[in-house]
């Protein structure tokens, strides 16, 4: 994952870097293209707090999802110069996330990732307006689906019993993962740079709701399966992206 998100990224800033000089050369404005579009992006998410949930042991821990990488992808229609639509696919690269609640003093360890897929309308504002030059400033938003999984969770009990009963096999419990569907929406800003009248560079920003992320309710160790309730959390991101777009 790491390998594929820094040749991604390494390819996307080099043809940043030779194409803004060009860019910055023209001072007239570029049109935008009405027609089809592709577009490719990679960037960095941003948590917000996870707020993970367990109901029958009345704990809740506040602590932020960890960043992670995300790369998409889309196809898309510049109706006018001023309005656009696409339909996006994303994914939010595994990240482990941990957390130790106050109430029962365990301790949850486990990893979360996310495939997103939108349809999105976006408001070019250039296209309102006699030119902003090479830049291309705009507004979006989206609805979709979310499809989170929760992987397989290490439950540690971390009270000082538990550590003079069986020292030896502290981590000992295991929550088992699961993957929900859910309703996702997001909202977006950032400016295209015209690069010609074809390829667009995309510095943008989005806030995404991705609904729920939910662990399984079968709980194992020391010989024993226990059915407990399951896990509930948010996950909701701030983004940074950078990508390119290719107007046909």
């Given amino acids: 994952m790491t390998k594929t998100f820094t040749n991604t990224l390494a390819g ?6 030779t194409a803004l000089p060009a860019a910055a050369q023209t001072n007239t404005q570029t049109a935008a293209k009405t027609g089809p579009y592709v577009k490719l992006e990679t960037g960095a998410s941003f948590g917000r707090s996870f707020d993970f949930r367990a109901d ?17 992808g889309g196809v898309g229609w510049q109706i006018t110069p001023a309005l656009r639509t696409d ?27 996310s495939l997103r897929g939108f349809a999105n309308l976006y408001l070019d504002v250039a296209g309102l307006t006699d030119g902003l030059g ?10 979709g689906f979310s499809r989170n999984k929760l992987a397989d969770l290490t439950v540690t009990d971390t009270t000082v019993g538990a550590l003079a009963t069986n020292p030896a096999n502290f981590d000992r419990y295991t929550l088992n993962g699961s993957t929900r ?7 977006m800003a950032g400016t295209g ?27 194992t160790g020391l010989g024993v399966t226990t059915t407990v309730d399951a896990r509930n959390a948010n996950v909701r991101t701030h983004e940074l992206t950078l990508g390119l777009r290719y107007a046909f």
């Fill in 134 to 143: 090479v830049f291309k400033p705009y507004l979006g938003a989206g609805v």
């Fill in 56 to 72: 029958d042991m009345g704990q809740t821990i506040s602590r932020k999802l960890p960043s992670a990488a995300i790369v998409g």
């Fill in 181 to 187: 569907t859910n309703f996702a929406w997001q909202v």
């Fill in 87 to 113: 339909l996006t696919l994303s994914y939010r690269f595994p990240k482990n996330w941990n957390g130790t609640d106050s109430v029962q003093s365990l301790t949850y360890d486990g990893k979360v990732s």
């Fill in 193 to 219: 740079i015209a690069v010609t009248d074809a390829i667009t560079v995309d510095l943008g920003y989005r806030y995404v709701d991705a609904g729920k992320a939910k662990s399984g309710v079968t709980l």
């Fill in 12 to 17: 996307l800033l080099l043809v940043t870097a």
